[in-house]
């Protein structure tokens, strides 16, 4: 009997512990940004966005103040991963760091 207690205990507690750490949540298919990464999108260097071939790439939060102070580029919010490379338009939505257009 005890050891069938213990049993169930043990299970308890690492149901416990896998419920208390959550599942990412991210579209199906869809490969979730790393930790520490972030999507935006990036101004390749003509005054026009849509023109100068700006697409979204991953870059690291430490990386982040840069790409937007230098370059003009704007936070994509999305953890989708497969939206690497695509083109975007980095106008910014009200003077936020977002883009006005989400993909």
């Known amino acids: ?5 213990s049993v169930l205990v043990a299970v308890l507690a690492l149901a416990a512990l896998t419920m208390s750490h959550g599942i990412p949540s991210a579209q199906a298919g869809s490969k979730p940004v790393r930790d520490g990464k972030q999507l935006v999108c ?13 697409h979204i ?3 690291s939060e430490n990386a982040v103040p840069a790409h937007l102070r230098n370059h003009g580029d704007c936070l994509i919010n999305s953890l989708d991963r497969s939206l690497i490379g695509q083109t975007c338009d980095s106008a ?3 003077s936020s760091d977002a883009c006005a257009v989400q993909p």
């Open 42 to 54: 990036h101004v390749t260097g003509a005054e026009d966005s849509l023109s100068s071939g700006a």
């Open 57 to 59: 790439i991953e870059v």
């Open 92 to 94: 910014r939505a009200d």
């Open 1 to 5: 009997m005890w050891r069938t207690l």
